[in-house]
């Protein structure tokens, strides 16, 4: 079965468990506003699924939390208009600059600005 990657699909549990993160995490990041899940209709709330753009953006947004890049500093980079190429970022930070990169190249990055 192939899938649309921007077609809601894995439940929030299964997502975690792709991810190697907990479900309360990924609704830190959707509460942070890092990530805005699907919402069935089925249920008052609405259960909430992810894409596999959704995961592949997570595991970004993940592998930035490992590098010691803070949830609201990741916020922050993101929404700013600051250019990811200025000095203001050192060279040892490189990696975490390529990875700021993706991300805001990313179809999910598009999706999150506009609101």
């Given at each position: 079965?192939?899938?649309?990657?921007?077609e809601p699909?894995?439940?929030?549990?299964q997502?975690?468990k792709l991810?190697?993160?907990?479900?309360?995490?990924l609704r830190t990041?959707?509460?942070?506003g890092l990530i805005?899940?699907?919402?069935?209709k089925q249920?008052k709330?609405?259960?909430?699924?992810?894409?596999?753009?959704?995961?592949?953006?997570?595991?970004m947004?993940r592998?930035?939390?490992?590098l010691?890049?803070?949830?609201?500093t990741?916020r922050?980079l993101l929404?700013?208009d600051y250019p990811?190429?200025?000095q203001?970022?050192k060279n040892k930070?490189?990696?975490?600059?390529?990875?700021l990169k993706?991300?805001?190249?990313?179809?999910?990055?598009?999706i999150l600005?506009e609101?």
């Amino acid at each position: 079965m192939n899938l649309n990657p921007s077609e809601p699909f894995y439940q929030i549990s299964q997502a975690a468990k792709l991810l190697d993160i907990t479900s309360d995490r990924l609704r830190t990041y959707e509460e942070e506003g890092l990530i805005k899940p699907y919402r069935t209709k089925q249920s008052k709330e609405g259960k909430r699924l992810f894409s596999k753009n959704d995961i592949e953006w997570l595991s970004m947004i993940r592998d930035l939390i490992k590098l010691g890049v803070s949830i609201p500093t990741i916020r922050i980079l993101l929404l700013s208009d600051y250019p990811i190429t200025h000095q203001f970022y050192k060279n040892k930070d490189t990696e975490i600059v390529n990875m700021l990169k993706k991300l805001k190249s990313h179809c999910i990055y598009s999706i999150l600005i506009e609101d």
